[in-house]
């Protein structure tokens, strides 16, 4: 049993480059996010999706974009990378909603330079 | 803009002694709370989360919520030096879907 699987776990882009950050779940979750952690700043949530067909925008959506593709996947996409977008991100998944606790992928290291 | 704030530390405690955590939150609806544990470089991991008012214990760990004055704190009973690491707070709203953390307090466990 995988859990929350993120790829990748390194990254280094330049400036105005563009990736997709892929996380898949099995464990049958509906609800699934991405969140970024900065030095000092905790975990910010970027994006979420509650259920299969829906995604909202959260704290620091600015820059991003996310898709999910089905149940048990929801990518994060940078258009075009700045250096303020160097961080830690991490996928979690919840199996319905805040009463439930997240479990979180392993995490991509991301530098922009 | 819901805030969850946490003391950074770090709080630096002898093995076996009690590491008290605390945290505040600003959302008078938040409705579930979460304690995680993240070591370095490392996710977060769960380690207790709480609903209602009063104490949860989950071995050496206890949860303490008091909705009224809008904290949550986490007690580590015989500290080991295997537990430092950051604590992050985490609470969630009126819209259940959304989960926020606090910055963390680094707790170091001295043997």
């Known amino acids: 049993n995988a859990g929350v699987t993120q790829t990748p776990k390194f990254q280094v882009l330049k400036t105005g480059q563009s990736m997709t950050l892929q996380c898949a779940q099995d464990?049958?979750?509906?609800?699934m996010y991405w969140y970024r952690q900065d030095p000092g700043m905790g975990l910010r949530l970027i994006y979420y999706s509650a259920s299969e067909g829906t995604t909202d925008k959260g704290e620091v959506p600015n820059g991003y974009n996310v898709s999910r593709l089905n149940k048990r996947e929801f990518s994060l996409r940078l258009e075009s990378a700045a250096p303020s977008q160097t961080s830690v991100y991490f996928c979690a998944s919840s199996e319905a909603g805040g009463d439930r606790p997240l479990h979180f992928g392993n995490g991509t290291r991301l530098t922009v330079t | 803009q819901k805030e969850v704030e946490q003391n950074s530390g770090p709080l630096s405690v002898p093995e076996g002694a009690i590491a008290s955590l605390n945290c505040t939150y600003s959302d008078r609806g938040s409705q579930s709370f979460f304690w995680y544990r993240q070591y370095s470089g490392k996710s977060p991991e769960l380690i207790m989360f709480?609903?209602?008012?009063g104490d949860k214990e989950d071995g050496r760990f206890t949860a303490q919520l008091n909705k009224a004055s809008q904290y949550v704190s986490l007690l580590i009973r015989d500290s080991q030096p295997s537990d430092s690491a950051t604590y992050l707070c985490?609470?969630?709203?009126?819209?259940?879907?959304?989960?926020?953390f606090g910055s963390g307090t680094k707790l170091n466990v001295k043997p």
């Open positions: 709480i609903y209602s008012n």
């Open positions: 985490a609470v969630t709203g009126d819209n259940f879907n959304k989960f926020y």
């Open positions: 464990m049958n979750h509906n609800s």
